[in-house]
């Protein structure tokens, strides 16, 4: 009682300001609503890899995932790699600036529930870092982001499941053959996953971390496995999966 009458009056007299603007925020939210209603929203996008597409087509696979299909069963993008969601994604890596997993964390969880069809995942694995780099920044920013994800209906956050077992060296610039060369068996996978999981981490692009990942789980016996990122980046048209 006491806890939720401080939250309460915090509300009065410290009211949420957006991030962007320094306007007014949204409830519970550091967005104002013009900011909010300005993002870049991935609202049409493949469902088998969050890739934006048309207005209305969004009900089919693209041809990328018919010629290629990913190694996972769906994605989900709440947003498009461009500002400012950019700039947010690179102050929660590489600036430590945690409240912006749970902004972002938070957008994210509101798509997925004014949008989702389909049961729940049982089990959300953020794309684990290797431990030298994890000391090196100090944070995973996939962990932060689902630890807001994990408030959602019936899911259960699972940082023990996966393990990155390789250090493998950053993946900004690499095209996709390479990224997928750099990661070949960078995942171990301790015990049974459940059937259903989603993997979660800040942006796709190629896809090579998740794909790695998706078949450890896969062959530890995860039978549905989905992606969930704050934004989907497109990839250069140039590179393939």
């Known amino acids: 009682m006491v806890d939720r009458a401080r939250r309460w009056a915090a509300r009065w007299l410290l009211p949420w300001r957006c991030t962007l603007c320094g306007a007014a925020g949204l409830p519970d939210l550091d967005l104002c609503a013009a900011c909010h209603a300005d993002l870049p929203w991935n609202t049409s996008a493949c469902p088998g890899c969050a890739r934006p597409m048309p207005e209305g087509a969004s009900d089919w696979r693209c041809g990328s995932c018919l010629a290629h299909p990913p190694a996972w069963d769906a994605a989900f993008s709440a947003l498009r790699y461009a500002l400012p969601v950019d700039t947010l994604i690179q102050q929660l890596k590489f600036q430590g ?3 912006r997993a749970r902004l972002l964390g938070d957008l994210m969880a509101a798509t997925l529930t004014s949008s989702r ?3 729940w995942p049982e089990a959300l694995i953020p ?3 290797h ?4 000391r090196e920044r100090g944070f995973n920013q996939a962990r932060e982001l689902a630890l807001r994800l994990a408030r959602l209906p019936g899911v259960r956050l699972r940082d023990d499941l996966a393990r990155r077992t390789r250090a493998t060296p950053p993946q900004v610039g ?3 053959a390479a990224r ?3 990661l070949r068996g960078a995942f171990a996978v301790d015990g049974a996953p459940p059937d259903h999981v989603a993997l979660i981490d800040d942006v796709l692009t190629t896809g090579g971390t998740l794909t790695a990942l998706s078949l450890a789980l896969r062959a530890a016996g995860a039978s549905r496995i989905e992606v969930w990122t ?5 990839p250069d048209p140039q590179e393939t999966r």
């Open 97 to 99: 600036r945690l409240a």
């Open 117 to 119: 069809r389909t049961p």
């Open 127 to 129: 794309v684990p870092l």
């Open 131 to 134: 431990p030298a780099r994890l």
């Open 174 to 176: 690499l095209t996709a």
């Open 180 to 182: 997928a060369r750099n």
């Open 230 to 234: 704050v934004a989907r980046s497109a």
